[in-house]
T-cell receptor
Framework: NAGVTQTPKFQVLKTGQSMTLQCAQD?????MSWYRQDPGMGLRLIHY???????DQGEVPNGYNVSRSTTEDFPLRLLSAAPSQTSVYFC???????????????FGPGTRLTVL | KNEVEQSPQNLTAQEGEFITINCSYS?????LHWLQQHPGGGIVSLFM???GKKKHGRLIATINIQEKHSSLHITASHPRDSAVYIC????????????FGQGTRLTINP
């Protein structure tokens, strides 16, 4: 199994540009989530999904959209990039369809995004 | 004030030393996770615990729910243990998400 994969690994955007961060898992996990990690702060939840067709907002959802059309994929869209969105983004999944905090979470390798 | 506080923020030790990293939280929780973030950025789960103690190899995690405190211990530390160790809690309310500490950067010198 490849586990949780993310693309791209690095990205530089200009303010106002849009892009999609890709996340995929091949473990048939029902729960998937996106976090951002900023210096001096803990990981913060952006959006999450408890299964295909179901998404919900996390702690810092503004400026981001998600969709979950399949169990495997959970892309994160930046609609109009801002410098405040410069961060490292992690996708994670967990098994059993339950709440992530009940189960071990598997993290992707991260995407380092810079918005100029 | 952060709901989850870790100490120390940075820790440097010599190979072989016994390591303790602490996590305190100010809210009611029902479970706590310890994660390890490698120098390359990858994150892996180490433990999830809601009471008592868990051990995996040289790693030991303990939690005291009443005192709102958890510790992660590393015995016979090795340079490959160098990483950022992150504590995260599952709140009693809003159990759909974890709240993360800022992490403790551990460096083990040979």
């Amino acid at each position: 199994n490849a586990g949780v994969t993310q693309t791209p690994k690095f990205q530089v955007l200009k303010t106002g540009q849009s892009m999609t961060l890709q996340c995929a898992q091949d473990m048939n996990h029902e729960y998937m989530s996106w976090y951002r990690q900023d210096p001096g702060m803990g990981l913060r939840l952006i959006h999450y999904s408890v299964g295909a067709g179901i998404t919900d907002q996390g702690e810092v959802p503004n400026g981001y959209n998600v969709s979950r059309s399949t169990t495997e994929d959970f892309p994160l869209r930046l609609l109009s990039a801002a410098p405040s969105q410069t961060s490292v983004y992690f996708c994670a999944s967990s098994p059993h369809g339950g709440l992530p905090s009940y189960n071990e979470q598997f993290f992707g390798p991260g995407t380092r995004l810079t918005v100029l | 004030k952060n709901e989850v506080e870790q100490s120390p923020q940075n820790l440097t030790a010599q190979e072989g030393e016994f390591i303790t990293i602490n996590c305190s939280y100010s809210v009611g929780i029902s479970a706590l996770h310890w994660l390890q973030q490698h120098p390359g950025g990858g994150i892996v789960s180490l433990f999830m615990l809601s009471s008592g103690k868990k051990k995996h190899g040289r790693l030991i995690a303990t939690i005291n729910i009443q005192e709102k405190h958890s510790s992660l211990h590393i015995t016979a530390s090795h340079p490959r243990d160098s990483a950022v160790y992150i504590c995260a809690v599952r709140l009693d309310q809003g159990a759909q998400k974890l709240v993360f500490g800022q992490g403790t950067r551990l460096t083990i010198n040979p």
